[in-house]
C-alpha cells in the first residue's frame, strides 16, 4: 500500500487553517457578590448581630463581609457548586485587622486573624481559587477556580492590583472597573470584567458610573482599548444602577442600555425587567451579568424559588447572581 506525503507548503497552509483550540470555555458557572452589610438591616434576635455590632461595622470593617457567623454561612454557600468565576464586592480586606482595635474584634474575622493568614475571599471560597483584586480596592476582587483558569499576570493565590484599572477622575480612588485575562486550562483566554459602580443619585454619582460605563465598552483608560477587547468576554458585578428600572432617569442606566440588549453585541443573562424580582434590599436589580459570545440563565439566592439564602438572618443587603453561561451558537 502506497502512503501519501503532503508537500511541505501544503501541510503549513493545512496547519494554519487549522483550529487553534478552544477560544473560550463552552460553559461555566459565574458569580456577581456584593457581600456588604448596612447599618439599616431587620436583624434576627437570636443571631448576634445588631445595631451594636452594625455601627463597629461601619466605623471598622467598611461594612464589608467581616462577622464570622456570615463568613461561615457564605463558605457553606460556595462549598455547595463551587462557583468557576465569583466577582467580590465590599469583601473585608483580612490585613486590614492590623487597624481594628481589640475591643472591636470579638465576633469578627479580626479576633483570629494573624498576619499571613487567607483574607475573607480566600476563606469563604476554600482551597483551589486565585483571587486578584481591583487596582487600588482590596475589597473589590475577581476569583477564579484554578481547575478552570488562572489570572494572567498573577502567579500566586492572591495578587492584588491584579486587574487591568485605571481611576475615573473626580470619582474617588481606585480603579472600579477592573479587566482580568483568564487563561484557562483546557487553553485559550476568556475576558473578564469585573465593576463597582459608583454609589448615589446625584448627577455627579450618575455620571461617574455613565463614565465607568464607557470604560468598559469604549476605552478603559490604559491603553488599549475597552475593558472588554475583542471575543467572548463577561462582565460582572454591582452596576449600583437598575438598567431596567431607572431608563431614563439615570444617565448611568440608559449607557447601559447603549451597550448592552436586544440587537446589540452585548446581553443581560440576569434578569432585565421592571417586574423582576429584585436582589438589592428586594427592590431592584443593581447586580448584574453581561455577556458576548454566551446565553445562560440565573438564579438568585433567597430569591429564585428553592434557592435558599446564602445565610439563615439578614446581613447582607444584596443577594448573590448565580449564573450558568453556554457558549452561543
Known amino acids: 500500500m502506497r502512503t501519501s506525503h503532503l508537500s511541505a507548503p501544503v501541510l503549513a497552509v493545512l496547519l494554519a487553517c ?3 483550540g478552544p477560544v ?9 457578590f456584593n457581600t456588604g452589610t448596612s447599618e439599616m438591616q431587620p436583624w434576627t434576635p437570636d443571631s448576634g448581630y445588631g445595631p451594636t455590632q452594625a455601627a463597629l461595622s461601619d466605623q471598622f470593617y467598611g461594612d464589608g463581609l467581616a462577622w464570622r457567623v456570615s463568613v461561615e454561612d457564605t463558605r457553606r454557600f460556595f462549598a455547595s457548586f463551587r462557583p468557576d468565576v465569583v466577582g467580590f464586592q465590599e469583601v473585608f480586606h483580612s490585613p486590614d485587622c ?19 493568614d487567607p483574607t475573607v475571599a480566600q476563606v469563604v471560597l476554600g482551597e483551589g481559587y486565585q483571587v486578584g483584586c481591583n487596582l487600588g480596592k482590596p475589597d473589590k476582587c475577581l476569583a477564579v477556580k484554578r481547575s478552570f483558569g488562572t489570572l ?10 491584579a486587574l487591568a484599572g485605571a481611576r475615573v477622575e473626580g470619582c474617588g480612588s481606585g480603579s472600579r472597573v477592573g479587566r482580568g485575562l483568564i487563561d484557562l486550562a483546557d487553553g485559550g483566554t476568556l475576558t473578564v470584567v469585573h465593576v463597582h459602580g459608583t454609589s448615589g443619585v446625584s448627577t455627579a454619582d450618575q455620571d461617574c458610573r455613565k463614565r465607568q460605563v464607557e470604560q468598559i ?12 477587547g475583542d471575543g467572548a468576554a463577561v462582565v460582572l458585578g454591582d452596576l449600583n444602577t437598575d438598567p431596567a428600572r431607572f431608563v431614563p432617569g439615570d444617565v448611568s442606566a440608559v449607557r447601559w442600555r447603549d451597550f448592552a440588549g436586544p440587537g446589540k453585541p452585548f446581553q443581560f443573562i440576569t434578569a432585565m425587567s421592571a417586574d423582576a424580582p429584585g436582589s438589592y434590599g428586594g ?5 448584574h ?6 446565553t445562560g440563565s440565573c438564579w438568585v ?5 428553592g434557592r435558599p439564602r446564602v445565610s439563615p438572618f439578614t446581613y447582607f443587603d444584596h443577594t448573590p447572581h448565580v449564573c450558568r453561561l453556554e457558549q452561543a451558537r
Do not use: M
Open 24 to 32: 473560550a470555555p463552552r460553559s461555566f458557572t459565574v458569580v456577581a
Open 217 to 228: 465598552f469604549l476605552d478603559l483608560g490604559v491603553g488599549d482599548g475597552p475593558a472588554v
Open 98 to 116: 492590623v487597624n481594628v482595635p481589640a475591643s472591636a474584634r470579638e465576633g469578627w474575622v479580626c479576633e483570629t486573624w494573624r498576619p499571613g
Open 152 to 161: 494572567r499576570g498573577c502567579d500566586a493565590d492572591l495578587c492584588l492590583d
Open 283 to 287: 427592590l431592584l436589580n443593581i447586580d
Open 301 to 305: 439566592a433567597g430569591v429564585t424559588e
Open 18 to 20: 487549522a483550529p487553534a
Open 289 to 294: 451579568v453581561v455577556a458576548r459570545g454566551y
